[in-house]
């Protein structure tokens, strides 16, 4: 990807098929992302990382105890692979193949030679915050993973949570698309998040209950 903009989407994976093949931290790092993201993973690799082992041994991740040879993409056909061993042949192995199929692949150590990266991410309920620098820095993804985690903490979650319950009723009961922004704005500019973070959830659902009163009216 170099120095080019990638274009940044937001992937529902749950039930989809998705393949890491490697076994040590980094591959188990790829695959507790995509379990997160309610992805079917299937992991290839002559060995595996302790965590690896735990999750297989649970039943939640398909784990294939061989060598990665051409022709497995092929059977599988996941919609993700990720080409994470410590062996640059075997993850280019992976990369060609991926290509020839049309499958998305991401080699760990090769980001110019992936069709994606992963962000760094950032969680709060329904919230999801992604930051990349396009492999200029890590050290920089990491410092700006920490700032924006700082701003934006779990109250925002609560927040997202009654906007996405109290939106069917705005859109049913607002006609106007200029009144709509305008009561949202006004939520978004109210102190109920200043009352979140204060611990006064109560308190904060009333300012809400209270704007949507007068609109509602």
């Known amino acids: 990807m170099g120095e080019t903009n990638g274009y940044p989407i937001l992937m529902r994976l749950k039930g989809r098929r998705c393949v890491v093949v490697g076994g040590g931290k980094v591959a188990a790092r790829k695959v507790s992302g995509l379990l997160e993201a309610g992805a079917q993973v299937i992991v290839i690799s002559p060995q595996f990382d302790e965590s690896l082992i735990t999750l297989a041994a649970q039943g939640r991740i398909e784990a294939r105890q061989t060598a990665y040879t051409s022709g497995m993409l092929a059977e599988l056909r996941p919609l993700l692979v990720f080409a994470a061993t410590n062996s640059a042949e075997v993850n280019q192995q ?124």
């Open 94 to 217: 992976v990369v060609d193949e991926a290509h020839t199929l049309n499958i998305l692949v991401d080699a760990v150590d090769n980001a110019d030679n992936s069709d994606f990266t992963n962000m760094a991410v950032i969680r709060r309920g329904a919230i999801t915050v992604g930051i990349a620098t396009g492999g200029a820095s890590p050290a920089l993804t990491a410092q700006l993973k920490a700032r924006v985690s700082a701003v934006i903490g779990e109250e925002y979650a609560v927040l997202a949570r009654w906007l996405a319950e109290l939106r069917p009723l705005v859109q049913q009961r607002v006609l106007s698309e200029t009144e709509r922004a305008a009561f949202w704005r006004e939520v978004l500019d109210s102190a109920v998040l200043d009352a979140l973070r204060g611990g006064d959830e109560t308190g904060a659902r009333a300012i809400i209950d209270r704007l949507w009163a007068e609109y509602s009216a």
